[in-house]
């Protein structure tokens, strides 16, 4: 999960890989920033590992800001690099469907379990397979929930919750 967004960094440090936009801006970055934005992702990455969620976290605030995500430099672009569904991009960039809106809540009724998405991610459907698939949505039991609690917790505790845009690494639906 992590490991492969830290791998895929340091490929566009080196020049290399698909991201044209995020590379030259990874490129471009100082090497402090780089290895605190490095530090930050292993941290995460060691969490994640621990605890085993069905759903992804978001990444950590401070690295989504130092990497651009939030400027949206090439909406499409970073979607591919967090491993966003092919239909979640389109329907985010081509529909303009920027926030979990009436559908979306409309799909929660008919879930009979609790929705749990990856915070900043805002998939076409809350039914979306790829999505459930690629761990960025799940829909999930008491005992599934209360582990991505605790990770969630303990991120915050680690890496601090800082950012405008999200005070949780998940979103909670139902």
Same mark, same amino acid.
């Given at each position: 999960?992590?490991?492969?967004?830290?791998?895929?960094?340091?490929?566009?440090?080196?020049?290399?890989?698909?991201?044209?936009?995020?590379?030259?801006?990874?490129?471009?970055?100082?090497?402090?920033?780089?290895?605190?934005?490095?530090? @930050?992702?292993?941290?995460?990455?060691?969490?994640?590992?621990?605890?085993?969620?069905?759903?992804?976290?978001?990444?950590?605030?401070?690295?989504?800001?130092?990497?651009?995500?939030?400027? @949206?430099?090439?909406?499409?672009?970073?979607?591919?690099?967090?491993?966003?569904?092919?239909?979640?991009?389109?329907?985010?960039?081509?529909?303009?469907?920027?926030?979990?809106? @009436?559908?979306?809540?409309?799909?929660?009724?008919?879930?009979?379990? @609790?929705?749990?998405?990856?915070?900043?991610?805002?998939?076409?459907?809350?039914?979306?397979?790829?999505?459930?698939?690629?761990?960025?949505?799940?829909?999930?039991?008491?005992?599934?929930?209360?582990?991505?609690?605790?990770?969630?917790?303990?991120?915050?505790?680690?890496?601090?919750?800082?950012?405008?845009?999200?005070?949780?690494?998940?979103?909670?639906?139902?």
């Amino acid at each position: 999960m992590i490991e492969e967004i830290i791998e895929k960094i340091k490929k566009m440090r080196n020049g290399e890989g698909e991201f044209k936009v995020l590379k030259e801006h990874i490129m471009n970055l100082d090497e402090v920033q780089y290895n605190i934005i490095l530090e @930050r992702l292993k941290i995460e990455d060691e969490i994640v590992k621990k605890y085993k969620p069905k759903v992804r976290p978001a990444l950590d605030p401070y690295v989504s800001g130092e990497l651009g995500i939030y400027r @949206r430099l090439d909406d499409h672009e970073i979607g591919k690099f967090l491993n966003y569904p092919e239909c979640c991009i389109k329907s985010f960039t081509e529909e303009v469907r920027v926030s979990i809106d @009436r559908e979306h809540l409309k799909e929660a009724e008919e879930i009979n379990k @609790r929705v749990v998405i990856t915070s900043g991610f805002i998939p076409c459907s809350l039914k979306c397979k790829e999505a459930i698939k690629r761990g960025l949505l799940g829909h999930l039991n008491e005992k599934e929930l209360e582990v991505i609690k605790k990770v969630n917790e303990e991120l915050k505790k680690r890496l601090g919750s800082f950012n405008i845009f999200y005070e949780d690494f998940y979103d909670f639906i139902k």
